[in-house]
């Protein structure tokens, strides 16, 4: 089969376009009208102007960590390593001690995460079992060195300035987003109760199905009887 050729046709530029001054002139108009435009709608403008103006993210925005707490003000965390090991960019660093109230058992005496490894994925809040590490708003990072990139406990646990007005609000956290009931650890909105232990973390009975019962046995086969 013969190739189709396909030729296009530049059209030619007019004097006026060849002159150049004539297009520069309309452009300079054309900026101009912009300029005065926004002028006279500052604040219509969709330009943020950071820092006086910040932009509002939602609840599931991934900025930096914070260690939660119990309310006798303990650290929430039993130093499981289980964000430790899921973190892809292993910034973590867990150490754990045996804790002095006998029911928590352990907790981390060193809990370490550089910021700067950090790809903000939440996958430590995912992978906790104690919903003892949660995300915020603050994406305000910035270090003059990378040792202070490394946050330990002290600057981790949550502080009221976290969540107070004007803070960086809670980000990324177990269930953002799920159903209220599921957050009041009440009942899933299936109807199954949630189980008493679980009752902290709102996790729904997981009711497999009975196993079907075993099949009967096949007969015995019948034994051939004496040939004749
Ligand atoms: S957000 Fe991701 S990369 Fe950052 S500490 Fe958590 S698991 Fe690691
Ligand atoms: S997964 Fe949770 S409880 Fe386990 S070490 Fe990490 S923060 Fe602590």
Sequence with gaps: MAARVV?????????AERIYLVEIVKGLARTLSHFLKNLSNIKGLPTIQYPEMLRK??????????????????????????????CPAECIRIEAGEHPVLAYEKYPTVFEIDLLRCVYCGYCVDACPKDAIWMTKDYELSFFDRK??????????????DTAAGGPGYGYRPYEGES?????????????????????????????????????????????????
Excluded: W
Excluded at 7 to 15: I, Q, R, S, Y
Excluded at 63 to 80: M, Q, S
């Design 7 to 15: 030729t296009l046709k530049v059209p030619e530029a007019t004097l």
């Design 57 to 86: 993210y939602s609840g599931r925005f991934r900025g930096r960590h914070i260690l939660k707490t119990r309310e006798d003000g303990t650290l929430k965390c039993v130093a499981c390593y289980m964000c430790e090991t899921a």
């Design 148 to 161: 202070s990139g490394v946050l330990g406990i002290p600057e981790l646990t949550e502080k009221p300035s």
């Design 180 to 228: 209220p009931m599921r957050k009041a650890g009440q009942f899933e909105p299936s109807g199954l109760p949630l189980l008493p232990a679980l009752l902290e973390r709102g996790v729904a009975i997981n009711r497999m199905p009975p196993p079907p019962p075993p099949k009967p046995a096949p007969p015995p086969a019948a034994s051939p009887g004496p040939s004749v």
